[in-house]
Structures are given as C-alpha cells and as structure tokens.
C-alpha cells in the first residue's frame, strides 16, 4: 500500500504525532510525508516527499496572534499550484492532518481522504466549546480542511469516531520523577513577557523552552533550553508542573504523567479557546491574561491540591487497522 500523509505545520504537534505514528504506519505499507506551513522548530525525522510554505500562524508579542501577519504571508495562486501538483492519484490512502493544501488537491483530483487527528474531533459538537462561539472560528475548524471521513483525537471520547490522544513512546515508557521544577512551553510569548515573574519566585526553578534559544543555559532561577524533544520530554517527565499553551499533545502528555498543568491558550486562537473549555471541564486551571500578578497565579496553582483524570493513551495499532478499514469501505 502506498500512503500519502499531510502534516499541517503550524506548530510542533502535528509533526510529533507524525513521527510517532511512522514506525506504526511503515507496517501497513510505503509513506510519503507532505509538509505544510513553516510554523514548526521541530526537525522532522520522516521522508518528507513534498513541502508547500502553505498557511502559517504568526504571534504577537506576548501570547496573542497576529492576523495581519498571517493574512499577508498567504499565497492563494501559490497554495492552488500546489494543491494541483499533488499526485494523490499515486496513493492508495490519503491521511490529512488538518492541512488545506492536502484538501483542495483531494477536490480537484476527486480522490478520497481521511481527516485524521485532533482537530477532526471538532466535526461533533459533542467536543467542547468555550461558553462564547466564534463563528468564524467554527467556520475554520470545520471547513478548512473539509474530509469525507474524521477519526478524532481528544483528551476524551466525546464522540464514536474520537479516539484517545497518540502519546509518545518516550512518554509512555517514562518513570516519572518529581525534580522540583516546573517546565515552560508557551511558543506565543516572548522571552520579556514573563521573566520578570519567573525572577520574582526566586525559590522556583523553571526550565524554559524558546524558539530564539540556541544552547541551554541558566540564568538566577531559569534555565533557558533550545525547543528539542529529546530534551523537552527529559524536562517534562521529571517537572512537578508544566505551564503551558492551549494546545493538544502537551497538556495530553503532562496529564498522562501525573503531572500539574497550567494552561494558557493563545489569545484569539479558536481552538486552544476549545481545548482550555476542555481542559477546565477536566478540573484544569487555565488563565485567560497574563498582567503583573502572574507571579501569584503560579504560587497560588503550585500551592493547590488537584486531582487530574487519568489520561488513556491511543492504542496506535489498533486506531490505524480502524483507520485503513474505514477507508477501504469508502
């Protein structure tokens, strides 16, 4: 069997997933990895066959979006040439994670596919919402990779086709520790957003992951760390905690180890604003604005008892015969 897998990189989630689910995938048959967007500092470690620059996410300065920086870096007539370039018809299954490119090719080649990972949970409106809808970011969620077959992933099974979150082998296999730390990953903030916090909780060690960040190193109470996986997944399996964005396949790992999570979505971003109704459902604090009392935030949430559900882990092999046969009854 010949595979055809899209990768949306916006950020570093989709390509973790990825590159977990390949040794899995390679049993099933040949793959050819299509990567979109340039939001990623993750190197993927996959036969990237094909690549597009594709629709990218910009961030302000401290934790927000920047729209117009994602509106003018789009290449219509760019993104529909590489759509057309696609030969999906030398594939016989199309997995799509999220990436729009990949969708408009199955359109105008009239090939089949399947939407497969966390944001095809959001075709059920079982999956939770914040209290105010966005309507275009519904609108987003459920159109901008349209896909005639969704195989959901999620924190829980709100649905029939939502399926557990695909965790890490590292994670999995981990016995986590408590070494006193807390780890840092919010891509969206820059470095001067939050130090003066972290400095001010003199007692609090935090290792801190940054996309600027070149060579780790300490500075008082911090310790700075290039974003790389290896080291990430070190940091996080030994943290008492993880402050966090609103995204999926971290806070999924930090609560699969037992672990304390703080979570902030990125501002105007739909659905981290989804993911942190989830999270909140499941007894997560999540802090909407960072002002200068994010200092006690953090003290106040270390101070706290919480009691987190367990995380399930995907069964990988399992999801993937489920995948390939819904496919093939297509």
């Known amino acids: 069997m010949k595979i055809f897998y899209a990768i949306q990189a916006t950020g570093n989630g989709h390509i973790s997933r990825a590159t977990q689910l390949y040794p899995y995938l390679k049993k099933f048959g040949e793959v050819d990895f299509f990567l979109s967007g340039n939001n990623a500092s993750l190197n993927a470690d996959l036969p990237i066959k094909f690549r597009s620059a594709g629709c990218s996410l910009h961030y302000s300065k401290c934790g927000g979006l920047n729209y117009w920086d994602i509106a003018k870096n789009i290449q219509p007539l760019q993104m529909y040439k590489d759509a057309k370039s696609l030969p999906l018809k030398n594939y016989d299954v199309v997995i799509n994670d999220f990436d729009s490119i990949t969708s408009l090719a ?23 919402r914040p209290e105010k809808r966005s309507v275009m970011g519904e609108m987003i969620l459920k159109h901008y990779a ?3 077959k969704h195989i959901g992933l999620h924190f829980e099974k709100y649905d029939s086709f939502i399926h557990p979150p695909i965790i890490k082998d590292e994670i999995v296999q981990a016995e986590p520790k408590n ?14 957003c939050l130090e003066k916090a972290f400095h001010k909780l003199s007692d609090v060690q935090f290792h801190w992951f940054l996309n600027d960040v070149q060579t780790k190193h300490t500075v008082g109470n ?26 999926f396949e971290t806070p999924a790992e930090a609560l699969y180890l037992r672990k304390k999570v703080l979570s902030i979505p990125i501002r105007d971003h739909y659905e981290q604003e989804c993911n942190a109704a989830a ?20 003290e106040n949430w270390l101070n706290s ?3 987190y559900p367990k995380m399930q882990a995907n ?3 399992e999801t993937l015969q489920f995948l390939f046969d819904t496919y093939n009854k297509s």
């Open 279 to 298: 999270l909140k459902k499941m007894g997560i604090p999540v802090v909407y604005e960072v002002g200068d009392n994010f200092d006690e935030i953090i």
């Open 179 to 192: 070494l006193n730390h807390i780890t840092v990953y919010l891509p969206s903030f820059q470095k001067d």
């Open 106 to 128: 199955c359109k105008m080649q009239k090939v089949h596919s399947v939407q497969f990972g966390h944001q095809a949970s959001f075709v059920s409106e079982n999956t939770p």
């Open 315 to 317: 069964t990988i092999p």
């Open 305 to 307: 008892i919480v009691i």
């Open 146 to 148: 349209p896909s005639p």
């Open 222 to 247: 911090i310790t700075y760390f290039p974003v790389n996986q290896k080291l990430f997944n070190e940091s996080l399996i030994n943290c008492c905690g993880i402050i966090t964005g609103g995204g």
